[in-house]
């Protein structure tokens, strides 16, 4: 999900929520400072409940909760809440991957039908050519969000059956010539990962990564949670009044979007991504090479409009299952999350060692961007120089 940042009103509030001067801030933002941030983003984007997340240095130095976690109940947002985390779960399935390029099972530029043989796009080229490395970086010459309705409406259709239709789909651009953010293709993964693995997405995600991190109130799809009594309830605004909206479940595609998880566990992941791989025992989820090459630009995008200039971004890209740019100087690895009622986002700046998590209950993607960017300024502070 690609989020829209440059309406005048969150640039204005960015700008308010900086230092009492207007300028960035230079230092991590304070318990209470967030606090602030949070409560302003909250009132001005009408979100019940927001979860916030700060990882410096591989441990979790920062963890708020925050608002209800459904309207008209009385729960609150705890650490252990779960929200759906969207195509954050992307990474989990990058993530996935890269242990198997490690373990010699696959390789990023592996062609898609040695593994899936009925893999088929509507082009023969196109199918022939098709490689794990299209797969992950949206470049198919496929439309945005290419056929979502098949998995976002009820049917007995089966991942499978969801692959089976892609060679019906007539693309917009040739073959890797344009950027085109799809879930179908990450469906796609999900398979390949079976097939090289002998185990499913969902099976191989909770035991080679859920489970060695310690995550153990997260899960691949909703009916894999172990406890469901802590959830949070999706909301958006519809005909303007701030309502709670049907939860969207999706098994079909949860290498693509599937996974539900808390900012506790959450900040697991991203410590251990900020370690390229390696956790705190010692022991490695992938190696520090295939980490770099998960984070290696790979399609090239067109930052865009105010808040690009806010945090003097030049450069963006699509990696492997992550988003890359750079913020006041720094590399940024980030991706969004979202589904109707339920949008989230991680942000890391590597060279800093630091990282941001927030998880939302509301369909508004502005309280993201403002509470994530302020953070991050905290510890980026004003734009870095070299002598």
Same mark, same amino acid.
């Given at each position: 999900?690609?989020?829209?940042?440059?309406?005048?009103?969150?640039? *204005?509030?960015?700008?308010?929520?900086?230092?009492?001067?207007?300028?960035?801030?230079?230092a991590?933002?304070?318990?209470?400072e !967030?606090?602030?941030?949070?409560?302003?983003?909250?009132?001005?984007?009408?979100?019940?409940?927001i979860?916030? =997340?700060?990882?410096?240095?591989?441990?979790?130095?920062?963890?708020?909760?925050?608002?209800?976690?459904?309207?008209g109940?009385?729960?609150?947002?705890d650490?252990?809440?779960?929200?759906?985390?969207?195509? #954050?779960s992307?990474?989990?399935?990058?993530?996935?991957? /890269?242990?198997?390029?490690?373990?010699?099972?696959?390789?990023?530029?592996?062609?898609? #039908?040695? @593994?899936?043989?009925?893999?088929?796009?509507?082009d023969?080229?196109?199918?022939?050519?098709?490689?794990?490395?299209?797969?992950l970086?949206?470049?198919s010459?496929?439309?945005?969000? /290419?056929?979502?309705?098949?998995?976002?409406?009820?049917?007995?259709?089966?991942?499978?059956?969801? #692959?089976?239709?892609?060679?019906?789909?007539?693309?917009?651009?040739?073959?890797?010539?344009?950027?085109? @953010?799809?879930?179908?293709?990450?469906?796609?993964?999900?398979?390949? !990962?079976? *097939?090289?693995?002998?185990?499913?997405?969902?099976?191989?995600?909770?035991?080679?990564?859920?489970?060695?991190?310690?995550?153990?109130?997260?899960?691949?799809?909703?009916?894999?949670?172990?406890?469901?009594?802590?959830?949070a309830?999706?909301?958006?605004?519809?005909?303007?009044?701030?309502?709670?909206?049907?939860?969207?479940?999706?098994?079909?595609?949860?290498?693509?979007?599937? #996974?539900?998880?808390?900012?506790?566990?959450?900040?697991?992941?991203?410590?251990?991504?900020?370690a390229?791989?390696?956790?705190?025992?010692?022991?490695?989820l992938?190696?520090?090479?295939?980490g770099?090459?998960?984070?290696?630009?790979?399609?090239?995008?067109?930052?865009?409009?105010?808040?690009?200039?806010i945090?003097?971004?030049?450069?963006?890209?699509?990696?492997?299952?992550?988003?890359?740019?750079?913020?006041?100087?720094?590399?940024?690895v980030?991706?969004?999350?979202?589904?109707?009622?339920?949008?989230?986002?991680?942000?890391m700046?590597?060279?800093?060692?630091?990282?941001?998590?927030?998880?939302?209950?509301?369909?508004?993607?502005?309280?993201?961007?403002a509470?994530?960017?302020?953070?991050?300024?905290?510890?980026?502070?004003?734009?870095?120089?070299? =002598?």
């Amino acid at each position: 999900m690609k989020l829209k940042t440059s309406a005048p009103w969150l640039v *204005a509030l960015l700008a308010s929520l900086s230092s009492p001067l207007g300028h960035a801030a230079t230092a991590p933002l304070g318990g209470a400072e !967030i606090d602030r941030l949070v409560s302003r983003a909250m009132a001005a984007f009408a979100v019940p409940g927001i979860a916030v =997340g700060v990882v410096r240095d591989g441990k979790l130095v920062s963890a708020k909760r925050y608002g209800l976690r459904e309207l008209g109940h009385s729960e609150a947002v705890d650490l252990d809440t779960q929200f759906a985390i969207g195509s #954050i779960s992307k990474s989990f399935t990058t993530a996935a991957l /890269a242990m198997l390029v490690d373990e010699g099972k696959l390789r990023w530029d592996d062609k898609v #039908i040695d @593994y899936l043989p009925e893999f088929r796009m509507a082009d023969p080229f196109v199918t022939r050519e098709f490689t794990i490395r299209d797969l992950l970086t949206h470049r198919s010459g496929l439309g945005i969000g /290419a056929r979502d309705l098949l998995f976002v409406t009820p049917t007995d259709f089966t991942r499978r059956d969801l #692959i089976h239709a892609l060679r019906f789909l007539k693309p917009v651009t040739s073959f890797r010539a344009q950027f085109a @953010y799809d879930d179908l293709l990450y469906v796609v993964l999900g398979e390949v !990962i079976a *097939a090289a693995s002998g185990k499913s997405w969902d099976d191989f995600v909770t035991a080679r990564l859920l489970a060695p991190l310690g995550m153990s109130s997260c899960a691949t799809a909703s009916e894999r949670l172990p406890d469901r009594s802590n959830r949070a309830a999706p909301h958006a605004v519809v005909e303007g009044k701030l309502t709670t909206v049907a939860r969207l479940e999706t098994p079909l595609v949860g290498a693509a979007g599937g #996974i539900q998880c808390n900012v506790n566990d959450m900040a697991r992941y991203v410590a251990a991504q900020l370690a390229h791989g390696r956790m705190p025992d010692g022991r490695s989820l992938f190696s520090a090479e295939q980490g770099e090459e998960m984070w290696s630009p790979q399609v090239p995008l067109r930052p865009r409009g105010k808040l690009a200039a806010i945090t003097r971004t030049h450069f963006a890209a699509y990696g492997l299952g992550w988003g890359l740019d750079d913020f006041n100087g720094y590399e940024r690895v980030s991706h969004n999350g979202g589904l109707p009622g339920m949008v989230t986002h991680v942000s890391m700046l590597p060279e800093l060692g630091g990282g941001v998590i927030v998880l939302t209950n509301q369909q508004e993607c502005f309280a993201l961007a403002a509470i994530a960017t302020q953070i991050l300024e905290g510890y980026a502070g004003a734009p870095r120089t070299t =002598g």
